[in-house]
């Protein structure tokens, strides 16, 4: 299927396959399709190996496509060669979900950031120190802090070192794989926070994964919801939250806590049951059939189609 429009980032039909040896194929990502327009958040949820992360990582050119395209700004990015592929890694970077392992632990702070700054030859001497001080104002650490190694800062601090460096090279785009869940619930607020300033003041357009929905809400402007390598539905972000059409949906909408004691008593709850199948060997028909409680016929052998379901609400379920 393809959308209608001008987009800064499009993906059309991605797939992303493992082989995993004995002749078995993981399908990580498969037939995917979602866009992503200038200066807002496109909010990915879903359980742990779903793919979101995967997709991710094609997005910046970490992974190369099994099939599919990723297209910026109307240019497929795994086509580009040479000037053209390093001004694409200019204009997109990644934060990663762990600030800890995602820092190189022989270099200092200094390093870490003024290491795009060098390779992309953005500025030198006196000017290149600069920009790094401010690169570390901008997040909300100081010059102090530009001679230390990672294992010194705490794990909201080293995210924000990981922050300052995507940054660092003046990005489009950013894709934010996970980047709260290593992080004290006390930090991931700040950090939240601290991306929606970034957004506003520099123009920068998000891919936010994550499988927290409650901060999902708060930081995106539309929602996908990923399901073994597919997505299941993608709406605006209160249209998501106020109208679940999925039923897998329903389920992680249901799961959120609510802050009211009666009122999280007394609210039925979707259970899941069941297991997630394996991507090595998915079922035929709908991928989420052995855990809906909706299921009909069809849903056995037919997988059902992306499509919109009315005012740019996609879903993929027979039951719309």
Partial sequence: MGFEGNYLLEVKNLKKYFDVGYGQTLKAVDNVNFFIREGETLGLVGESGCGKSTTGRVLVRLYEPTDGEVLFEGENVHRLKGRAARDFCKKAQMIFQDPYASLDPRMTVRDIIGEGIDIHNLYKGKERVQRIYELLNIVGLNKEHADRYPHEFSGGQRQRIGIARALA??????????????????????????LITLQQELKLTYLFIAHD??????????????????????????????????????????A?????????????????????????????????????????????????????????????????
């Fill in 213 to 254: 929905l409650r901060m999902v809400k708060h930081i995106s402007d539309r929602v996908a919801v990923m399901y073994l390598g597919n997505i299941v539905e993608l709406a605006e972000s209160l249209e998501l939250y106020d109208n679940p059409l999925h039923p897998y949906t329903k389920a992680l909408i249901s």
């Fill in 256 to 320: 959120i806590p609510i802050a009211d004691p009666k009122l999280e008593r007394s609210r039925q709850r979707l259970l899941l049951e069941g297991d997630v199948p394996s991507p090595i060997n998915p079922p035929q028909g709908c991928l989420f059939k052995k855990r809906c409680s909706f299921k009909k016929p069809i849903c056995e052998e037919v997988k059902p189609e992306f499509k919109d379901a009315g005012g740019e609400h996609f879903i993929a379920c027979h039951l719309y």
């Fill in 169 to 194: 090279i003046e990005p489009k785009f950013i894709v934010c794989d996970e980047p709260i869940s290593a992080l004290d619930v006390s930090i991931q607020a700040q950090i939240i926070n601290l």
